[in-house]
């Protein structure tokens, strides 16, 4: 198994605590015969007028010497990870999750929201010490 960014544990609380259902820890996704692992699978059950929402879950640290080779890592996975769901499970939703202090840190850099913009990455902002979602911002 590979490793887990620090803040697996505290994510995936932080998620169960919204309400969500983790179905799989790793969410295991195939593409062109190639195993993949995104770091979790969930579901949040709204009322019956919402229906399912699926999402799948990448949650990093960028606890690296360098942050934008960090990124660059973080986007070719996100790249394959969106390809397997696009065939897997095209009704799963794909987030990158980051503590709020990373987001604080390094996501309102002009470089990140370039890449975030260009590449429609979804992310979850979290508290990890309070265990709780502080945005859903979606692309």
Known sequence: MSRRDSLHDSARRTLEKDGWVITDDPLILVLEKTLLKADLGAEKFFTAEKDNRKIAIDI????????????????????????????????????????????????KKPIFQLVLNRNKINLLVYEPEQEVILQWITH
């Open 60 to 107: 990093k640290d960028f606890d690296t010497p360098s942050v934008i080779s960090e990124l660059e890592k973080t986007m070719g996975q996100l790249q394959l990870y969106q390809w397997a769901l696009e065939a897997q499970e095209p009704e799963r939703q794909l987030f990158l999750a980051v503590s709020n202090a990373i987001y604080l840190k390094h996501f």
